[in-house]
């Protein structure tokens, strides 16, 4: 959801307890790995830092993403409160994963109301245009890749003169090299604009960054001896060959940005909030934005064994309504609560929060009309130790499950590490939250 890096200066006071947890099963192999945070299919071997996954917007950049709705202005207390949180999760990620120092700390935004979105929290993508060295493949015909798109280049600030992009296979992202030719060399011009960031690649970067690409399509790109990019490539156009000036590789990346919005806070506790606050640290963590090949590691479907309800779930042969499904917003959730135990904080407010939704009518996207629980039935099932397990009910986008579904796995992602609570951070905000909450909601509208 990237360039200069914002210094890390946070000093942890707490204990962390939930660092060293037991297995439900001896030799089993749990869906979250505890104190693993840094992403998969990063190009980087463990250990090694993976900066190309991530991008530092800032506020202005954020302001221009559609979707999001307007912002609210900054230095209320309330927006300090969650960022500290944020920041804190933030080093207690890097405390565990050394090789995570240098991304980004992720700057929370509040929203206003009266807006679709006001009533979410989101972490934010970023489309990314990478400056690299690049050649292209001197055959036009062996080598030829893709087809050449026309792109509009309102997008970018720009015109619509040639630039050409193409795209490689990705699953849910798109990762695309964005051609200038002789007649266009403005496309992504300013260092901000409307679904496009530019950055210079190090050189430094080069053979990892050229690593996390071959993870969509290996034959297109390898390292030049002159420590360049080699895109095995053609461009055409209407009426014959062409050759382009290949000006950089247009990516999906993890923003810095979290947004929250107003309606969301105006129905929160403190504690509720900062689990919504941890799952999409969690996201943001794991760069789910940058991951080029999501089907290797999210969307499939998975038996509801006891198992697969305490380890990595692995594919089931053959799909059926009853079927988990394992997607990216399941792991954020599972790294929610590794989070929140760490901050001192359990899983049980961020419960609560998502039974409040429910009650509420704000099912995840639909999953009502898929069998959803309602909120009594589930908690008369959280009640009896899930005895009886919630449909899945995934939601239109295939991403969310159900809030009960989700309920249901926070549950079992608690049980299967043990989790004890830390103590929380010394220095904590201790102003009373309800005052807090009130001057924004009063001020923001």
Known sequence: MRLPTIPLAISLSMACTACKTTPEKAGSAIKHEVGRFDPVDSGAA????????????????????????????????????????????????????????????????????????????????????????????????????????????????????????????????????????????????????TYCYERQVPQEWIPEFTRWLQVTNVSLFDSSPLNKILLKGYVTQTGGSFRSRARGIVTPVTANAIVVGRDFITDASEEGLIGALAHEMGHYLRAHSSVLDKQRHYGYPYAQTEDNLQTKPKPASVYNSSN???????????????????????????????????????DSRGAQSKGAWSASTCEEARLADWTTQPPVAMGNDQLHHSLCYRIFNLDREFKAHRYTLANKPSDAPQEEWESVKQEFISNVR
């Open 46 to 193: 463990a250990g090694q830092a993976r900066p190309w996954m991530w991008v530092a917007v800032g506020r202005q950049y954020v302001e221009t993403l559609p979707g999001v709705p307007p912002l609210a202005p900054e230095g209320f207390a309330l927006q300090k409160r969650l960022q500290f949180w944020a920041s804190r999760m933030h080093a207690h990620a890097i405390q565990q994963n050394p090789q995570l120092t240098n991304i980004p700390v992720p700057m929370v935004y509040l929203t206003t109301g009266g807006t679709d979105g006001s009533d979410n929290v989101l972490a934010l993508a970023a489309r990314v245009l990478n400056l690299v060295p690049l050649e292209l493949s001197p055959d036009p015909v062996t080598n030829q890749i893709g087809n050449v798109v026309r792109i509009n280049l309102n997008d970018f600030d720009s015109n619509e003169a040639f630039a050409y992009e193409l795209t490689a296979a990705s699953v849910y992202g798109q990762l695309s090299f964005r051609l200038q030719s002789l007649n266009d060399s403005t496309s992504c011009q300013t260092r901000s604009s």
């Open 324 to 362: 988990g499904t394992y997607t990216e917003e399941q792991e954020a959730d599972e790294i929610a609560v590794e989070l929140l135990y760490a901050m001192g904080i359990s899983h049980e407010p961020f419960v609560q929060q998502m039974l409040s939704r429910l009650r509420a009518g704000k």
